[in-house]
């Protein structure tokens, strides 16, 4: 009667928890992958954005038209630029390597 009533209630209130718990950790590692990931294309995006500056910084460059610079270095590309000087890696025609 009553009892076994009581008793099933019980067990089932208990799967029921089990069940949530279940669930909870479930959602809780996937909001851990879903903040991973985030973190990762936060990252990506900080990059291409730095990259997307370089190159418009390059293109606007005052050396960009200059392929030979001082009868020696053969400018490669820009590697970034500060307030008052552009830095380039660049080819050294006379000692044959890049600076």
Do not use: C, W
């Not at 809780?28 to 985030?38: C, F, G, H, T």
Request: hydrophobic content about 40%; charged content about 35%; proline content about 1%.
């Amino acid at each position: 009667g009553a009892a076994e009533d009581a008793a099933l209630l019980q067990a089932e209130f208990v799967l029921s928890e089990e069940v949530h718990k279940v669930r909870m950790a479930a959602v809780k590692r996937e909001e851990d992958a879903i903040s991973r990931e985030r973190e990762l294309l936060d990252r990506e995006k900080a990059a291409h954005i730095r990259e997307l500056k370089r190159a418009r910084d390059e293109e606007s460059s005052r050396f960009n038209q200059h392929p030979l610079l001082g009868g020696r270095y053969v400018l490669m590309n820009m590697l970034g630029r500060g307030g008052f000087s552009d830095v380039y890696k660049a080819y050294d025609t006379v000692d044959m390597r890049e600076v």
